[in-house]
């Protein structure tokens, strides 16, 4: 365990972190691993992996100190200002209306986001969909329908934690002020793993935003208001 210090306040923490390896999050990964070598954070931190529904269940059972949340998962827990938010199409959360209705098992928000919006089909997200859109334009893009029927961005999911309310109000703060360049090295291994091109990787990040600003925050509030209702 070692030393953090936030402003005047030194602490000792070992953090335990809800790892999901969607390609929408390889951004944040890069910013964590420089923030905690970083002289002003220097931290202990392990990675639990998993995909959304396995981490939501993780968080919650407290086997990690923070993740990002299944929004639909997340109305009771404590966030910061981050999140994995679509502000129109997204390309990585389906509906395939030509096959039998399904929910994807690793889904917990975008499984109740097509019954909010009355999709039939089966619903797919992460990396396989986003390789499926790539290959294909027989899908309904939940996020691209969701703004055309509320004009609000949809929020996919929420960094939540359990303690040390500044160190993720740091984290947050860090991250949004500055741009995270993916060295080649990166790109190339995230290509090769997910079997997506390069670009196709480049051009998909620029659809997702990370800071819930207020229009986040009110596509989040009619999506729970919608979410009780069904």
């Known amino acids: 365990m070692t030393q953090i ?10 953090m335990i972190f809800g790892k999901i390896e969607y390609l929408n999050l390889l951004p944040f990964h890069i910013f964590m691993k420089r923030f905690t ?14 995909v959304p529904a396995k981490i939501n269940a ?9 993740a990002f949340i299944s929004s639909i998962s997340a ?27 399904k929910k994807d098992r690793e889904s917990a928000s975008s499984n109740v986001l097509a019954s909010v919006l009355g ?16 290959q294909s334009k027989e899908y309904i893009d939940l ?12 929020v996919f999911a929420l960094l939540c934690y359990h303690k040390e309310k500044k ?16 060295p080649h090295y990166i790109l190339e291994e995230a290509s090769q793993r997910t079997k997506i091109e390069k670009r196709e990787i480049l051009e998909y990040l620029k659809l ?15 999506f729970y208001t919608l979410a009780n209702a069904t």
Do not use: C, Q
């Not at 981050?82 to 990585?92: E, R």
């Not at 996020?143 to 949809?154: D, H, R, S």
């Not at 997702?208 to 009619?222: C, N, V, W």
């Open 37 to 50: 070598k970083g002289s002003s954070a220097k931290m202990s931190m392990e990675y639990k992996r998993g």
């Open 5 to 14: 210090t936030l402003s005047s306040v030194v602490y000792n923490y070992s």
């Open 143 to 154: 996020a691209k329908l969701w703004n055309e029927k509320y004009n609000l961005p949809f």
């Open 58 to 66: 993780a968080f919650h059972a407290r086997r990690v100190d923070a």
């Open 208 to 222: 997702i935003s990370y800071e819930l600003d207020t229009p986040a925050r009110r596509g989040l509030k009619k």
């Open 167 to 182: 160190l993720y109000k740091k984290i947050e703060h860090a991250f949004l002020k500055r741009e995270v360049r993916i």
């Open 119 to 134: 999709v039939d089909g089966e619903v797919i997200i992460g990396d396989k969909a986003l390789r499926y859109a790539v």
């Open 75 to 101: 109305r009771k827990s404590t966030h910061v200002g981050l999140g994995i938010i679509a502000k129109k199409s997204v390309k990585s959360v389906l509906v395939i209306p030509s096959r039998t209705s």
